[in-house]
């Protein structure tokens, strides 16, 4: 008789062991649940203003959507159209520079073939464009005591090269033409300029000569 209530003790215990572990495992599964339900691809905030990509767990992993802004100024667009579609979706999910006012991010299928989308809290839509140097590229000479800047080219038609520089937030732009005895190999901006530097307002352009020599032309920026 003495047995029966030990026993009894013992199960009752082993019983509410079980009870709490069947708890605990309900919780996670609910806690992976929430989760899945957006799928991330950006997240970021970064002197109060914000960027979110992302996609819902029912919908085409593609079908990304973007958020962004700050306090008084919040944007929502689907990135699923035809005038996105020429970065490829999914594209990149690192920003590769930020300013005062936007994100910015890069994708491309080559050398030759690089495009940014930008995202400004003071634009509804972000800005899709070619583009060549960006801040803190890897692949290039490019130097910049202005963060805000980036680079695109274009064949102007004249056998030479346009050199566009670009301020992020505001889109002011200056476009310089490169002297046409510059022009070589097959035209292309990485085959005519070995370095860009941009200090004190003022920009320098390089080309390196097989003798040694170096042609350069430096002019004034006057951002329009």
Known sequence: MKKIPLILIILTFFGCNQKGK??????????????????????TISNDKFLKIYSKHENDWQNLTAEFGNENNKHKI????????????????????ITEKSFALING??????????????????IVMPIEYYPEIKYADYKTDNPNLYVAADENGENSLDLIIIETDTQKKEILCLPKDWNRGNGQIYGIVDKIEIKNSKIKIV?????GNKKKLIKELKLE
């Open 109 to 126: 299928c080559g050398t030759n073939c690089r495009y940014v989308l930008i995202f400004n809290t003071e634009s509804e839509k972000p």
């Open 22 to 43: 069947s708890l605990n495992l309900t919780k996670t599964e609910t806690k992976l649940n929430e989760k899945s339900e957006t799928i991330f691809w950006i997240d």
């Open 78 to 97: 689907n990135l699923k159209t035809e005038e996105y579609k020429i970065l490829g979706i999914p594209f990149s999910n690192q920003i590769q520079w």
């Open 207 to 211: 080309q390196n000569q097989k003798n």
